[in-house]
């Protein structure tokens, strides 16, 4: 049994929070290091973190969190693991194979084989890189983070886009395939808890994220993403379940409270906007504001998002540094946000309602959120 949510106080027991955290991405553009070197060089990734994550301190200062060095984040290791190829291309992400895709029934007989994680190439590389960054700080937990992703996402990361066409000419081969990747993603994770040292069953609580499960029809969400979404977690924890999964539609926000879902990251979801989602679910949620929004907003704007997200219900309202936001046109943007959320927080806990936060909006901030605010 996992930890069940009560959703007729949960929301409303749910503190207001706030943040701004350094990222990788911040780190790498001050300190000059380009993205492929990071992704393959030990000294780059030790440079970024130990000169950028110093400078970005120096720029925003105390209030920003600060992201502890990793290896570099690869989505893709477990894919890897079943013969995908990485590629990490000259100024931009590492990108994975679709190995599977001329073939679900050869994707299926795969993943019934055992297979020994630690065997991929990139795994001992990284494995080799973490030695490397974690003698760089000692007096530092480094993440090892050569990770997977939810069934969903892993299925399409496998298949490409001959997956979408599975989901309606083969379900029941399908549901075969995301029960596979399932219980595969799960023994990677085990895997992986013997490199990191934690626990497998995690009391507390663990996040999945599974993007490609917004494309997913709503109809097909009981059968071909919640009963994976509930293995994976049951796999986990036995504590607090929480998802990122980007760009949900209106009518697949219901299912993140049959999913028993305590907290839901929306991050990057143009469908979305924080009235709608606590209009169609009772799950605590996050209101981000991404990196590229800022070139288009004004002081102003950033202060009103903030205040309106947490008016229309967004338990937290978030943004995390990347490039672009160290420029010093948007240093005064971002310093906006945290003046921003640290009233929103002040009212709160000093007894102001969400109504009350909404009359801190501009008139023009009022037109423009929701409506209009990506336009």
């Not at 069934?151 to 399409?156: D, G, H, R, S």
């Not at 595969?184 to 663990?206: A, E, M």
């Not at 071909?224 to 539609?249: C, I, S």
């Not at 209009?279 to 704007?301: A, I, K, Q």
């Amino acid at each position: 049994m996992h930890l069940l949510p009560d959703y007729k106080t949960l929301r409303q027991e749910t503190p207001f929070e706030w943040s701004v955290t350094g990222s990788y991405l911040a780190y790498m553009k001050m300190a000059e290091v380009p993205i492929r070197d990071f992704f393959l060089e030990p000294d780059a990734c030790i440079e970024v973190y130990r000169a950028g994550r110093q400078l970005v301190g120096e720029l925003f200062g105390p209030d920003v969190g600060v992201a502890r060095p990793t290896t570099p984040p690869i989505s893709y290791g477990h894919p890897h693991s079943l013969g995908a190829e990485l590629y990490f291309p000259e100024g931009g992400e590492v990108a994975v194979e679709h190995v599977f895709q001329d073939s679900l029934d050869r994707a299926i007989a795969a993943l019934k084989q055992p297979v020994d994680f630690g065997r991929a190439p990139r795994a001992q590389f990284y494995l080799d890189f973490l030695a490397k960054v974690k003698k760089a700080f000692p007096d530092e937990e480094v993440w090892y983070s050569y990770s997977w992703e939810g069934p969903v996402t892993t299925a399409y990361e496998l298949r490409g886009d001959a997956f979408f066409l599975d989901v309606l000419d083969e379900p029941e081969k399908t549901r075969e395939f995301l029960g596979l990747i399932t219980t595969s993603v799960l023994d990677f994770y085990r895997w992986h808890c013997t490199i990191s040292g934690r626990p497998v069953l995690k009391p507390d609580g663990t996040m999945i994220c599974d993007d490609i499960a917004s494309m997913i029809p709503p109809r097909l969400w009981e059968t071909l993403v919640l009963p994976y979404w509930d293995q994976y977690f049951a796999g986990m924890t036995t504590g607090k379940r929480t998802a990122h999964v980007e760009d949900l539609r209106p009518a697949q926000v219901p299912f993140l409270e049959t999913a028993g879902l305590w907290y839901y990251d929306p991050s990057v979801s143009r469908q979305l906007n924080p009235q709608i989602i606590a209009r169609e679910c009772r799950v605590p949620f996050g209101w981000r504001l991404v990196s590229f929004h800022y070139r288009n907003m004004t002081v102003r704007d950033v202060e009103d998002f903030v205040f309106q997200a947490a008016a229309d219900g967004a338990s937290k309202v978030f943004t995390i540094l990347e490039g672009t936001m160290c420029e010093a046109a948007h240093v005064p943007k971002v310093e906006a946000f945290i003046r921003a959320g640290k009233e929103a927080k002040r009212l709160l806990l000093s007894g102001a309602t969400r109504a009350d936060l909404a009359k801190l909006v501009s008139e023009r901030g009022r037109r423009k959120f929701w409506e209009t605010w990506l336009a």
